[in-house]
């Protein structure tokens, strides 16, 4: 095997920094994407209650883990966000099965980043390789000079 020279071990320490710095926001991405959908999990469960209770009475999540017990006056009348700041009115069942989709486009898109994520990690493990094979011929080639 051919040994390695200093820039090239320069190279692959700055491929690996990079290659992590990406790792990150793709974790990042992929604790995002979860969150989104717990969230879009909680609110089909809670739309789904309000079809069937009586009285209108639902427990109303209001941060910090607390929550309130909240009539609802119209139960059939949500209004969804569906992105950059535009909100529209659907009935509880629309809005049901446009959570339900949007589960699907994110569990697609988690797939995707943590294939990506993959990849990248396995790229990471090849570059490990070669650094560590370049750092034992460095210090090989020390040894033999002293």
Not at 95 to 110: F, G, V
Not at 120 to 132: C, F, G, H, P
Request: proline share 1%; hydrophobic share 40%; glycine share 6%.
């Amino acid at each position: 095997m051919q040994q390695m020279d200093q820039r090239e071990l320069m190279t692959l320490q700055h491929y690996m920094k990079e290659y992590g710095q990406q790792a990150e926001i793709f974790v990042g991405q992929l604790e995002m994407l979860e969150n989104g959908r717990m969230e879009a999990h909680a609110a089909i469960e809670a739309l789904e209650a309000m079809l069937v209770t009586d009285d209108g009475i639902v427990l109303l999540q209001i941060g910090g883990g607390a929550s309130v017990r909240a009539k609802v006056l119209e139960p059939d009348k949500i209004l969804i966000s569906i992105g950059a700041e535009v909100v529209v009115e659907r009935s509880n069942k629309d809005a049901i099965e446009y959570l339900k989709e949007r589960l699907i486009e994110m569990e697609a898109s988690q797939k995707k980043v943590a294939d990506t994520l993959n990849h990248l990690r396995s790229q990471m493990n090849e570059i490990n390789k070669r650094l560590e094979s370049g750092y034992q011929q460095s210090a090989a080639a020390e040894q033999d000079q002293d």
